[in-house]
């Protein structure tokens, strides 16, 4: 059974017709181990690959393929890179879980900005990223019932794909408890930069580039 319809499959492409002009690969990471979720969100993978012929999918089981997800930086699955181009480049843009619900608009947002080859910042973002010396990894937990979600993981993707030493995780956190915990998740979203310092809710962008000063001024 289909999990999206006719009327969301021609949603999303007349969403990604706008936005894609170059290819765009999700590689989609599974595990046998502890991952209940892993078969669906290959199916809503292959599903959202099959509306455009500009979206491709690379499979890889975590464990047999430790090589590969090691490369894209992947540690726990379901996992989704959006990887851009004909050489799949990497930019960091990572989805943890499966992206239903409100997160179904931060997955798409992901694969309009890596098609486009575009990003849009303010100056002062751009400014501060073209400064940036060392790596920061920023993860932003969310739920798919939450409407304000996707500002906050849409924002971090595009700092990870404005800058290569910026990594972005988006983590449904209902599929990663631990983490919930270990990051004292008490409401969503929650953003964690570099372990250090946190934002909640779905700051704007001002608000975030003052905390990743913050985040560096503390390392």
């Known amino acids: 059974m289909a999990l999206l319809n006719d009327k969301d499959r ?7 017709d706008e936005g894609l002009k170059r290819p765009v690969t999700m590689a989609f990471f599974s595990s046998k181990n502890n991952c209940e979720l892993c078969d669906v969100t290959s ?11 500009l979206l491709r999918v690379a499979t890889y089981d975590l464990e047999a393929d430790a090589a590969r997800a090691a490369e894209l930086g992947v540690d726990k699955a379901p996992a989704i890179v959006v990887l851009g181009g004909e050489d799949q480049q990497n930019y960091g843009v990572r989805f943890y879980g499966i992206p239903s619900g409100y997160e179904f608009v931060t997955l798409l947002e992901a694969l309009r900005m890596v098609g486009s080859d575009s990003v849009e910042l303010q100056a ?10 060392q790596p920061m990894h920023l993860q932003v937990f969310v739920t798919p019932g939450c409407p304000y979600c996707p500002r906050a993981g849409v924002l971090a ?3 990870a794909y404005a800058s290569p030493l910026i990594t972005a995780d988006v983590i449904e956190v209902t599929e990663f408890p ?4 270990r ?5 969503v979203p929650r953003t964690v930069i570099d372990d250090v310092v946190h934002i909640e809710g779905a700051a704007p962008e001002g608000m975030l580039l003052g905390k990743l000063r913050e985040a560096l001024a503390a390392a």
């Open 178 to 181: 631990e983490l919930g915990e």
């Open 43 to 53: 199916e809503l993978v292959e599903e959202v690959a099959s509306i455009h012929p």
């Open 157 to 159: 993707h595009r700092l």
């Open 10 to 16: 021609k949603i999303v492409r007349e969403q990604l």
């Open 183 to 187: 990051y004292e998740v008490m409401g």
């Open 124 to 133: 002062a973002t751009r400014a501060f990223l073209n400064e940036l010396k």
